[in-house]
């Protein structure tokens, strides 16, 4: 499961390194959240809910609930770069995006490789 804890390691790191600028009102930040109307409940909402996936992610027996929490914050955020912000944000010459999409792909393949454990909670669920 080598593969399983370094997807989940890429994933965390990235979501994580967001949280101080969101939780801090960095710039970039207030500008991206402000752009989508949603300044600054969005920023705190969504930072809250990616504190909770990087937590979910680095603990084993959660770690497809995590991976499943990322793919939702992280869809919007995809979402909100191709309708709204653009790829390109502030000038960052795509970073924020291109990290959005590699914290996509981790957590799909981390979904994957863990997803006995939602099989499991499915299936309690039908009896």
Request: proline share 2%; hydrophobic share 55%; glycine share 12%.
């Amino acid at each position: 499961m080598t593969l399983s804890w370094v997807l989940r390691i890429i994933a965390a790191i990235i979501l994580g390194q967001t949280l101080f600028f969101k939780f801090s009102g960095a710039e970039e930040s207030k500008y991206i959240f402000s752009t989508l109307g949603m300044e600054p409940a969005g920023r705190y909402g969504s930072g809250v809910a990616e504190l909770i996936a990087v937590v979910l992610l680095l603990i084993p027996g959660t770690a497809a609930w995590g991976a499943l929490l990322g793919l939702g914050v992280i869809s919007g955020a995809l979402v909100s770069h191709l309708a709204v912000l653009g790829i390109e944000v502030k000038g960052d010459g795509g970073l924020l995006f291109y990290l959005a999409v590699a914290v996509f792909v981790c957590c799909a393949g981390t979904l994957w490789l863990h997803r006995e454990q939602v099989q499991q909670v499915l299936r309690r669920l039908q009896h």
